[in-house]
Every structure is written in C-alpha cells, then in structure tokens.
C-alpha cells in the first residue's frame, strides 16, 4: 500500500513515524529497539497492524511501562482503491490509536460446572452423554414418550416442563412443572412417578435441546444460556462443546457505569422515565422503587440504555461517553489538519463490522478515502453527545454498520437518530447525514459508502475537548455544535419521547400545589421560598414526564424542544399568586385564590362549620397560629354541630338496601 511518511510525519502532531516493509519478520528486531531500555524512543508506541498484534506483544515481553496499541490502516485504509488520496485518513487512525482509553471494569461469573440439559427426547440423553466426563450432569425431559431405560444411573434423567426461568452462568434457577423422577424398575420404556408442579432447579449452564420457545429474551446474549435445534446434529454439537468449556471463574466487563441518584424513573409510585426498561433486550433492567436496578450479570453491553438516559445515570463504560468523544476529536482533527475533507463516520462493531470491512479491502474496491471507520463494541451504544461532537469536529457524515438481521432490537440507535437529525438539519448542516447500513454483503457496503458524504462541505472547526459525565459533554456539544453551525437557529423542535425540551402549563387551572416540584427529580420544577409561585428551568428538564404525571389537576405538557438559550437562561415563571395573610399574626402562607376557595365552599355546607365562624376563622391562620387557637379555644371538631355530623355507614345499612331492592 502506499506510504507518504513525510506527510504522515507532519500529520501526526509531532509523533516519530517509523516506517518498514515487514517489522513482523524480517524486520522485527528494529520493533525491538524501539522498546523502552532498548533505544531513546519512550511514550506510546502504535504499531500500524492489527493482524500480527500476537507477535508484537510477545516481543515486547515485559515492558510494564510500555503503552503498546495497535491499529489497521492497511484494511481501513491502504488497501483500497483510493488509497493514494487515504494519507489524511491513515494519519487519523494513528493518531486516533494513541488516545487513552480508561481500564474496563469488570465483574466475575463463576460455574462449578453443573449443566441442566433440557430435550424432549432421547437427543437430550446423547448430549448428556458426551457432557457426563466433563460436566456434573442432570437431563430433564418435557413429555417424554418411549424413553429407553438406562442400564446404568450415570446422571439424573427427570421429566417436566420448564414454567419460568431466571438466572446467568453460575446462578440459573428454574421453575419446573409436572416434575417427576423415574422409576428404577422400569423394562420396557421408562416409567415416572407422581409428578408436581413448582420443583425448583438450580444450575450452572443450561443447555436447551426442546426446540420449543427460548427461556429468555435475546436468548443468545445470555452468558451460560445455550440453546440449539435439536433437528440440527452440527447445531447440537456446537452447543455441547461450548457447554464442556463453561467451568470456572470468567470475567464479564460491566458495560454500564449506573448511578441510582440520577435516575428519573418514578417519584412516590409514579412512573416517568422508562426509556431503559422499554429498550433492554435481555431484561437486565427492572423497576427498584424510585429508580432501576441493572444486572451486569445479565446485561449484554448493547448500551442503549446509556444511550437514550436522559439524566446520565447510566453511563456506557465500553468506553465512556467522554472518552469516546476524545477520539472522535483526535480523529477528525488530525484528519483535517491533514488535508482530509467531509469525512464520513463509519461505526461498526468488531465481530460483525470488522469482518465485512476487511473482506471489503481484500475482495473489493475497499473503502473509500473520506470514510473513516470506528471500531466500537456495539453502535448501539452511540448517543447524541457523540453525533453532535463529530458534526462540530467537521465530519460531514456519520453512518452506523448494522447486520441484516440484527441480534437484538436497535430501536433504540433508531431513536436517537431521529433526535438527531432534526437537530444537524436544522443548524444547516444537512439532510439526511445520520444513517444506518443493514447488510451482511461486503459489495453492498461498498456500493453504499460510495455515495455517502458527497454533499456541501462541513466547514465546523471545533477543538473543545470533552471531559466529564454525559449529561454534561452532551450540553457542550449541543453548544459547539450550534456555536460552529452554518445556520444557526435558537430553537428546535425535537420528537416525542425527546430527552431534552420545555413544559407547557395552564395557568388556569394550576393551584400551585407544588405535587410537581416535589415529583421533578433533577430540580427542573422549583418554587420560591417567598410567595406562591411555581418556575421552571428549561436547561434541567429531561423530560421524564414526572410533572405531569404527579399533576392532580393534568395541566402540565410536555414540550420537546432544544433551546440553545437555556443554558444561560434564568428560571421562568410559569405561575404565581399572591399569599394569604394569616388574619391574627399577617404571615403569609398558602395560596391566596386556594384559601379562599376552600372557605367559600365549606361556609354554611359542612356540617363541621355550619354556625360556626370560629371554626372558619381556624382556616385563615398560618400553622403556628392555627395551634394556638385550637388550644385557647378548647377547640372539638366534633363537640358542636355532632347532631348533623352524618351517620356513618355500617354493614347493616347496605344489607337493608339490598333487602328493599330486592322487594322492588
């Protein structure tokens, strides 16, 4: 592939580039001296191969200070037709590889090796029987018919039918029904006994052979969940070695960084956000009173929950929102001081992306000069922060690698380009620069990224670097991306379901109970400590739908917008009233309107006031004076007007009524 090592050299923001034919092989004592202790060389080393990674890290033995990361810029960008015109792009990902990136958190799932197999019929039995010298082995059969009795008890064979499930590798459990064991005089086929409903088995790895429906949602990103078509032998055999292989300690990364504080799911036992909830694949998420709980044990790192959390209290750690936006910073920055012009983000995850790309470069024309792909764990995970930073940095597109037939639901990536596109098209970027590929054909990849990002030419120049939580780098990519917009405009209608926007409230009918500012999670909804009034902060609003929820009146909207005046903006008011003056010390307290009210509709109509302008009077007094003229008053709120106080109703009076209308 072609090589310009000057201007790579002056692309690279003042890194040594050291160039070879094969530092893998003939050329690998040359990598050697670049080590630390071997030559003057020290700092990050990159090596711009990711095909022979093994042979560099096995040659870089124990340096501990060395930051080693590797990178392909022969697939992703020297192999390709255009790869004379690639220098800016090559220079992007190199620069680009040098980024830190924070250690991957992880947790531990640990199997003592007791498998559950679950068939319908004698292939069950033979999965058992190759599992048996490896696993602690039990087989549970679903209405069996014609089994042939075993000459020897080497593993438990049980009937019943899997009712629920619930579990990960090391900690499964499983409800059964029609529970029975078999009977150790069976000839001819095997015989049960009494069978039960509610049997509960607890099991490391379950391996379903029932060809029925899957124990759980996007069954295949369950860890220690293995189910295959048991008309299927390779299929079988595949998931029983896998099955052999699941016995000791793993690490799982823990893809999501939660924090329960921040959360905006419900507020005294009103739901608002469940943004996550609706979108979880697995089921990772659940309720947990005001706010979620996330099982990394169950979650599969498809980060659409951290994606579309409008508070940020679920936070993707594969890498961090931040953390990721430094690199796209890197990359387009470096690809425009290089000369690079509208480049086009391509994300893809590795095992899917990766292999379309490379297969792409080695069968085909490769991937265009301006297309610069980001390898992620899952693009799902990408958030509006991200889009909106690589649109400010200068890329003149972004697109997203998806499989024809994705592994689980991307309605949540499909969400936040709809939130995003409104926003780039309406700052005057363009239409329609936000998309998604769904192929599995490396020709049709190709054939799309060859029309992509040939529209007018993005002239944003943003350096700001982003450091920080996502509802905070989301607020200053907003910013730059409108501060560097061609057309820059102060308000934008966003779509239902938005994270970000405004309220509407009928002052009419508000009574400034303040249920909503009690109700509102991230301080959105306030009040003042003066006089009757209610305000509000667009800037803090995340549209969780709390206020309106809580509202016992049902006089608060949702408004979906984003108003770049918000940050800056002081609180609105939405409604105040005068106080009411307590009529023995002239504190005010409570709302004017509502007191009055209340007393007009009490006056002369409760039994409790009839006559009784006193006991009025009590209503017009603050809390402290309220007190004290109880107790001066030997105040009885049933001692007078008791021969009007209603009756109340007992059991005797419904069961006379019923009684006449039964004579009627």
Not at 18 to 40: I, K, M, N, T
Not at 150 to 157: A, I, L, N
Not at 391 to 415: C, E, K, T
Not at 598 to 611: P, Q, R
Request: glycine fraction near 10%; hydrophobic fraction near 40%; aromatic fraction near 6%.
């Amino acid at each position: 592939m072609p090589l310009d090592i000057d201007a790579l050299n002056r692309s690279c923001g003042g890194a040594e580039i050291v160039a070879g034919r094969q530092f893998c092989r003939a050329e690998l004592d040359r990598f050697r001296a670049l080590l630390p202790g071997q030559g003057s060389f020290h700092g990050d080393l990159v090596v711009g191969c990711t095909q022979e990674a093994p042979v560099f890290q096995e040659a870089s033995g124990e340096a501990t200070e060395l930051s080693l990361s590797f990178v392909n810029i022969r697939e992703n960008a020297g192999w390709s037709s255009e790869a004379a015109k690639a220098t800016p792009k090559m220079a992007a990902l190199l620069a680009a590889a040098a980024e830190p990136l924070p250690e991957i958190p992880f947790i531990a799932l640990d199997s003592d090796g007791v498998i559950l197999v679950y068939g319908r019929d004698e292939r069950a039995i033979e999965a058992a029987e190759l599992l048996k010298d490896h696993l602690d082995v039990t087989v549970l059969i679903t209405r069996p018919q014609h089994l042939e009795p075993r000459s020897k008890t080497e593993y438990p064979v049980v009937k019943g039918t899997v009712r629920a499930a619930k579990g990960w590798l090391g900690a499964f459990e499983l409800t059964v029904d029609d529970y029975a064991q078999p009977s150790p005089s069976s000839r001819g086929e095997m015989k049960f006994g009494a069978p039960r409903n509610g049997a509960v088995s607890k099991c490391d790895i379950v391996l379903d052979l029932s060809g029925g429906a899957p124990m759980f949602p996007a069954a295949d990103l369950r860890d220690g969940y293995l189910r295959a078509d048991p008309g299927d032998p390779v299929s079988m055999l595949r998931a029983v070695m896998k099955a052999r292989d699941l016995t000791g300690s793993f690490d799982k990364p823990r893809y999501v960084d939660y924090d329960a504080e921040l959360c905006a799911h419900s507020r005294s036992r009103i739901v608002g956000c469940r943004r996550c909830l609706d979108l979880c694949p697995t089921g990772a998420i659940t309720p947990a009173g005001d706010h979620v709980a996330i099982s990394a044990e169950i979650c599969a790192g498809c980060g659409q929950c951290a994606a579309v959390c409008p508070t940020g209290a679920a936070g993707y750690a594969l890498p961090p929102a931040d953390a990721l936006m430094r690199r796209l910073r890197t990359l387009l920055m470096t690809y425009r001081d290089a000369g690079g012009r509208n480049a086009v983000i391509l994300f893809h995850d590795e095992e899917h992306g990766t292999g379309l790309i490379d297969a792409l470069a080695r069968h085909g024309a490769g991937l265009p000069a301006h297309v610069i792909p980001v390898a992620l764990n899952e693009v799902t995970q990408v958030g509006l922060e991200a889009i909106a930073a690589a649109f400010a940095y200068g890329a003149g597109g972004m697109l997203f690698l998806l499989r024809a037939r994705p592994r689980h639901d991307v309605s949540g990536l499909q969400r936040t380009i709809a939130l995003a596109e409104p926003i780039i098209a309406g700052l005057g970027y363009g239409d329609g620069l936000v998309g998604t590929i769904e192929t599995d054909d490396p020709d049709l990849l190709g054939d799309a990224l060859r029309v992509a990002g040939h529209g007018p030419a993005n002239t944003a120049r943003a350096s700001f670097r982003p450091v920080g939580g996502k509802r905070d780098v989301q607020r200053l990519a907003l910013r730059e991306l409108h501060r560097a917009a061609p057309q820059p405009v102060d308000v934008i209608a966003l779509p239902q379901g938005a994270p970000l926007g405004s309220i509407e409230v009928n002052a009419a009918g508000c009574t400034l109970c303040l249920a909503c500012v009690s109700a509102c999670p991230t301080g959105a909804m306030s009040a003042d400590s003066d006089r009757p009034m209610l305000k509000f902060t667009e800037d803090a609003c995340v549209q969780c739908g709390l206020c309106a929820a809580t509202c016992p009146e049902k006089v608060i909207t949702l408004k979906p917008q984003l108003d770049f005046r918000a940050a800056t903006a002081s609180p609105r008011i939405m409604k105040q009233e005068d106080p009411f003056d307590c009529i023995r010390c002239g504190k005010p307290f409570g709302v004017k309107s509502t007191i009055e009210r209340v007393t007009a509709k009490l006056e002369g109509k409760h039994w409790m006031f009839k006559g009784r302008a006193d006991r009025l009077e009590v209503l017009k007094m603050c809390e402290d004076c309220r007190v004290i003229a109880v107790t001066e008053q030997a105040f009885d709120p049933y001692g007078a007007g008791i021969s009007e106080r209603p009756r109340p109703r007992t059991a005797e009076d419904y069961l006379r009524e019923a009684e006449e209308k039964g004579r009627g």
